[in-house]
């Protein structure tokens, strides 16, 4: 169970965090004060589901392999934000780079 859950709840908790830090960017015309609060409301079940992810999957996965795909999830989560939510243009470079990221987690876990 934790093998395939783990790695979900990073994924989960990678997309809560890139709209934590990059959400609020969409809403410029609001205050400072109203974007802070947007982001820890955002962060809380983030840190749970991480923290949670992580406890969760000691034993099955090393502590190496959960940062790797904490660490890739988060930027492809970040990727997405960007470029969905955002509307930024992804190059054929950034996308080449998130895909060798992917590769990279898979070469750590496996």
Known sequence: ME????????????ILMAFAWL?????????????LIFSWLLVL?????NVSAI??????????????MNL????ICIALVSKIFLGEQLTTRKI?????????VVLVVL
């Open 23 to 35: 959400g609020h960017i969409k809403f410029r015309n609001k205050s400072f004060f109203s974007a």
């Open 45 to 49: 079940p983030e840190y749970l589901l």
């Open 55 to 68: 406890r969760w999957g000691a034993g099955t996965f090393q502590p190496s392999e959960m940062a790797a």
């Open 3 to 14: 093998l395939y859950l783990v790695p979900i709840m990073l994924f989960v908790s990678s």
């Open 72 to 75: 890739c999830t988060g930027v």
């Open 96 to 104: 080449l780079g998130f895909i060798l990221m992917a590769i990279s």
